[in-house]
Nanobody
Framework: QVQVVESGGGLAQTGGSLRLSCAAS????????VGWFRRAPGKEREFVAA????????DYADSVKGRFTISRDNAKNTVALQMISLKPEDTAVYYC????????????????WGQGTQVTVSS
């Protein structure tokens, strides 16, 4: 089974950018659909973006569409989440999930999760 690890979080100012990475070990990430989710303080985990196995299909939450981009780097065995025009409401712990069976907006579709990376956007 695959182990996934998120990285790239940190502190950014409003309007700034960060690039998160979801790295895999144990298996190639190309065998998995990948979703990014986030959990803000006091809130439930919510869908951010997802990418299909081939990378040919992507989906975004309305709140991040046009600002975030999910992509695969098969050579590095990673899936990236490029975030620009960050807002304070993007502050959350970001998680990537991997799935062999389906991809979409429901967190229940993903079976393997990382520990998360903190993103903090200051106003």
């Amino acid at each position: 089974q695959v182990q996934v690890v998120e990285s790239g979080g940190g502190l950014a100012q409003t309007g700034g950018s960060l690039r998160l990475s979801c790295a895999a070990s144990g298996r190639t990430l190309r065998s998995y659909a990948v979703g990014w989710f986030r959990r803000a303080p006091g809130k439930e985990r919510e869908f951010v973006a997802a990418i299909s196995w081939s990378g040919g299909n992507t989906d975004y939450a309305d709140s991040v569409k046009g600002r975030f981009t999910i992509s695969r780097d098969n050579a590095k065995n990673t899936v990236a989440l490029q975030m620009i025009s960050l807002k304070p409401e993007d502050t959350a712990v970001y998680y990537c999930g991997a799935s062999t069976t389906a991809w979409g907006r429901a967190s229940s579709l993903y079976h393997f999760w990382g520990q998360g990376t903190q993103v903090t956007v200051s106003s």
